[in-house]
């Protein structure tokens, strides 16, 4: 059960990489060993995505641009890409949480114009990562945390389908655990999964998502 949850996730965080990729222009391909784009991916976004184990480390670089800056999200840590010119970037886990008819929290809001999204984005940090094309997917959900004056204090992004992938949780001086609790109010029934790495694994943790296996990033210098 463990290890399928970690597919769903897998699949799920390749799905919102093609999204963002989409957004800008680059028209991302997949089969049952994993999601690519040719070209280099937009900054803080992987290259390719492995979408099960024991995929072979060779026919994934070789359908990518696997020169300096090129980046592997390899899902199931069984990867070993030092040879091939790539240096371990960060690992982290793979995170769940089951469906819950009425999460504590109160929810966030969404973001629904080029305007606010603009904003959300500078208080993520993303700036030009985030575009508008994103607000008229469908899959993709942008939440933020107002305070009382209208700013912008946190947020997140959900997407996908069935189990909705969690990323982009950010705290700009809200409570983090607050914002998780936020994102879980914001779906109630419905399970979701994501990663995360060091204390924001912590947090996300105390707001009821268990840990399902571990990932790692990898990047050419």
Known sequence: MVADLQVVAARDNAEWCDIVCASHGLVGRNDEDAWWVPRRSPPWYPDAVTLRPGVDP??????????????????????????????????????????????????????????????????HGGGELFRPALLTDPRVRVLARYDERGEVVGGAVVSGHGARGVSNVFARTADPLGIWHGVCASLPGVPLVGYESGPDLDTARAAGFTPLGPLRVWLHD
Do not use: C
């Open 58 to 123: 060779a026919a994934v670089l070789a359908r990518i641009d696997a020169g300096p800056g090129a980046s592997v999200k390899d899902s199931f840590a069984d990867l070993d890409l030092t040879r091939y010119g790539f240096r371990l970037l960060f690992d982290a886990q793979w995170i769940h949480r089951a469906a819950a008819d009425q999460p504590g929290g109160v929810p966030l809001s969404p973001v629904t114009t080029a305007t606010a999204l603009g904003t959300w984005a500078a208080a």
